[in-house]
C-alpha cells in the first residue's frame, strides 16, 4: 500500500479515537455529578449511622432520612448529647434558614433543592426548604413523611421554632 491509503487511515483512527475518549469523559463528568447532587441516603445496616432525624415545628412532626456525609456524621454526635433548637426565620418564600449555634464540617456543592431538603448552610446554619431554590449546600437529609403542600402549611409564613432530635432506628 501507498502512504497516500496510511494517511487517512490513521488520521480516521486518530478521530474515532479522540471521540470515543471524549464521550467517555462526558459521561464520567456527568456521572460524578450526579453523585454529588444526590448524595447517597445513609446505609441503615451501618450502625454509626443508624438514625433518623426528627425535626418538631408547630407541634408537627417532620421525618428525615439523613445522608451520610461528615456533617451529618458530627450533628448525629450533637444529637446525642441533646436536642438542638434552631430560631429558624423565614427566607424569600421557599425556605426556613437558622443558626444551629455551633460549626459542622462542610461538602458544598451547587445543589438544586426540592421541598423537604435540609441543607447546611455556611457551615452553622441549617435550612429547611418548603419550595426549590440553587445554591451551594452540603446536604444534611430530605423529609420522608410530608409533602410539598404539608410542608408549606406547617412552616408557615412566619418565624419558627425548630427542634431536631435524633430517632434510632430498630
Known amino acids: 500500500m501507498s502512504k497516500k491509503i496510511y494517511i487517512p487511515i490513521i488520521i480516521l483512527i486518530v478521530v474515532i479515537i479522540s471521540f470515543i475518549t471524549i464521550n467517555n469523559l462526558k459521561k464520567e463528568t456527568k456521572e460524578d455529578n450526579n453523585k454529588s447532587n444526590n ?3 445513609i446505609d441503615k445496616e451501618d450502625n454509626n449511622m443508624n438514625y ?3 425535626i418538631t415545628v408547630n407541634n408537627e412532626e417532620l421525618i428525615l432520612d439523613l445522608v451520610n456525609n461528615e456533617a451529618t456524621k458530627e450533628l448525629i454526635s450533637k444529637l446525642k ?4 433548637i434552631v430560631n429558624a426565620s423565614e427566607y424569600d418564600n421557599f425556605e426556613k434558614v437558622g443558626s444551629l449555634g455551633f460549626s459542622l464540617p462542610t461538602s458544598d456543592t451547587y445543589l438544586k433543592t426540592e421541598p423537604g431538603d435540609l441543607m447546611l448552610y455556611q457551615g452553622n ?3 429547611l ?3 426549590s431554590n440553587s445554591w451551594n449546600y452540603t ?3 430530605k423529609v420522608t413523611n410530608k409533602n410539598k403542600e404539608e410542608l408549606t402549611r406547617i412552616l408557615g409564613k412566619d418565624d ?3 427542634t431536631l432530635s435524633l430517632i434510632e432506628n430498630n
Open 39 to 41: 448524595q447517597e441516603l
Open 52 to 54: 433518623n432525624l426528627k
Open 81 to 84: 448529647e441533646q436536642d438542638i
Open 125 to 127: 446554619q441549617i435550612t
Open 129 to 131: 426548604f418548603y419550595n
Open 139 to 141: 446536604k444534611l437529609g
Open 160 to 162: 419558627v421554632i425548630m
